[in-house]
């Protein structure tokens, strides 16, 4: 496993770091089997660990603190906050109040004293980003975060970050985690040059586009993924046109579509690393046979004919959108001012 850079923190880390949404209630109850996913992952490799709070509300973080007992000075760990964690309105969001609370709360799930990585994990347009990172900077100088960083946001709201970092003396994120595939490469046009411009490492989340883009989501066919009944975005009509344009694609490269895609996630000179979810230790072992893989430009090109630089096909249902697109009385004069006249 070749490691990279970590934006300008000196922390590197693995090519493929392991997401642990998958573990817990919401995927894989079985606390045994997924430390032992975890051990895998380290075993190969991998040194990079991404969980957060919302994930099966805690569970995966008690599950990952449990896998990391004797191997946490190994590992570079990273959890986020910013989801709901129960029904009260302030055990949620960036605010100094939920975060001072939330860190307590992961770092006992965790089992440890240290967060390497500690990211807000949506923009939260109720806090001012200057009480966010203020609050952010306390835990690092108190020794309880390494670094910080952001996820999901706008290439506007990381040069806002930034800049309100600078002038105010406060931590800066070293991070921003995006979501980046084939079929998601919005982030190609401003949020991995800014974040490039800032020096920030860059850690995408859902390479295979949520299982579409392992092929086992095929147009006109029945599918065993379970997720695809929940969720709208698998069975959009332009994801799935595009899926069958790569799977012949990735035949003819002679590549199972998760190498292909997944190597496509970690070409981009902007990406560090790119989050695999594995729920079970088959889908690990599929992801990890192809960590050699490097894809010709020419394979580039040809993925670049299918869906070009910088274009979304389609969006992810928990994708994040600001308030602008959320709410139409932001994009809406009221009738009385709409005409020119």
Do not use: C
Not at 115 to 133: A, C, G
């Amino acid at each position: 496993m070749q490691y990279r850079t970590l934006g300008r923190t000196g922390i590197k880390v693995s090519p493929y770091a392991l997401g642990a949404m998958m573990f817990g209630a919401a995927g894989n109850p079985d606390h045994d089997d997924a430390i032992r996913i975890v051990h895998r992952a380290l075993d190969a490799g991998i040194n990079f660990v991404d969980t957060a709070d919302a994930y099966s509300r805690g569970e995966s973080e008690e599950i990952v603190g449990k896998a990391l007992e004797g191997r946490r000075d190994d590992v570079v760990l990273a959890t986020k906050l910013h989801l709901p964690m129960g029904d009260d309105p302030n055990r949620r969001g960036n605010s100094r109040r939920w975060i001072m609370t939330a860190v307590e709360d992961s770092l006992r799930r965790l089992r440890t004293d240290r967060i390497d990585l500690y990211q807000i994990h949506r923009p939260d347009p109720d806090t001012d980003i200057e009480e966010t990172l203020s609050a952010l900077s306390d835990l690092v100088r108190a020794g309880k975060v390494r670094a910080i960083g952001s996820s999901t946001m706008p290439a506007s709201d990381i040069v806002e970050a930034q800049w309100v970092a600078e002038r105010r003396g406060l931590e800066r994120f070293r991070t921003e985690q995006p979501t980046y595939s084939i079929l998601s490469r919005g982030i190609e046009a401003e949020v991995l040059p800014v974040a490039q411009r800032h020096g920030m490492g860059t850690l995408v989340w859902s390479p295979l586009a949520q299982g579409l883009l392992t092929g086992r989501v095929r147009k006109g066919q029945r599918t065993d993924l379970l997720r695809a009944a929940r969720y709208r975005h698998l069975s959009d009509e332009r994801r799935l046109d595009a899926v069958e344009r790569l799977i012949p694609l990735a035949a003819e490269a002679g590549l199972p579509m998760t190498h292909l895609v997944m190597a496509f996630a970690i070409a981009h000179p902007g990406v560090t690393s790119a989050i695999i979810g594995p729920r079970t230790m088959a889908h690990l072992e599929d992801l990890l046979a192809g960590v050699d893989v490097a894809l010709t430009d020419d394979v580039l090109d040809r993925i670049d004919a299918i869906v070009p630089p910088g274009t979304d096909v389609g969006t992810l249902d928990m994708a994040y959108l600001p308030p602008a697109l959320l709410h139409a009385d932001l994009r809406r004069r009221p009738v009385g001012d709409r005409s020119a006249a």
